[in-house]
């Protein structure tokens, strides 16, 4: 099967800790983000990466660190600088060629602070 | 930051009736999208409208773009129970770190049989 695929699913974590979210895809995607969802909201960008080794800061990536040391996994840590980090949390990738703007998500992460 | 806004919040239809969702967006844009959700799931891609484009249509789904009013529409015809979803605009622009995509908040959909 071909697609993007987040783990876990559903992710507790207590206050002051430092959780990491996978996300993992098979599709050839130079492309990969991270956004973040609250309830009855759309999506906002944590961050995005074009290439692998690189990745820029979208509009709320305070208290989150990401990495992209391979071309299919672009793991996002929440940190415990994050100081609401109770949210839904979407990974999506897209192929970087002319005409291919649409992008690709996963099922998410649903991460619950106790 | 957040630029498409969905109208209306929430619409509920029955069965067979058309939908139509708006969306308004702040700045210049490369291309318009539309995507749906449904509950506790990730985002499904519709369909794509370029700048230069003003209409598309993609199978039960029809979208308009109006760049002078910076405002879309998305009527989906003849709707089915199955329809029953959010759907999110969102606005894509290139910029010198790439492209990226800017989400409403969505406008939440109930068709009832």
């Known amino acids: 099967d071909g697609g993007i695929t987040q783990s876990p699913k559903y992710l507790f974590r207590k206050e002051g800790q430092n959780v990491t979210l996978s996300c993992e895809q098979n599709l050839n995607h130079d492309a990969m983000y991270w956004y973040r969802q609250d309830p009855g909201q759309g999506l906002r960008l944590i961050y995005y990466s074009q290439i692998v080794n690189d990745f820029q800061k979208g509009d709320i990536a305070e208290g989150y660190s990401v990495s992209r040391e391979k071309k299919e996994s672009f793991p996002l840590t929440v940190t415990s600088a994050q100081k609401n980090p109770t949210a839904f949390y979407l990974c999506a990738s897209r192929r970087v060629l002319a005409g291919f703007n649409e992008q690709f998500f996963g099922p998410g992460t649903r991460l619950t602070v106790l | 930051s957040q630029q498409g806004e969905e109208d209306p919040q929430a619409l509920s239809i029955q069965e067979g009736e058309n939908a139509t969702m708006n969306c308004s967006y702040k700045?210049?844009?490369?291309?318009l999208q539309w995507y749906r959700q449904n509950s506790g799931r990730g985002l499904v891609h519709l369909i794509l409208?370029?700048?230069?484009?003003r209409e598309k249509h993609s199978g039960r789904l029809r979208v308009t773009l109006d760049t002078s009013k910076k405002s879309s529409s998305l009527l989906i015809t003849a709707s089915r129970a199955a329809d029953t979803a959010s759907y999110f605009c969102a606005t894509g622009t290139f910029s010198n770190s790439g492209y990226a995509l800017n989400f409403g908040k969505g406008t939440s959909l109930l068709v009832t049989p």
């Open positions: 700045t210049s844009i490369n291309n």
């Open positions: 409208i370029r700048s230069n484009e």
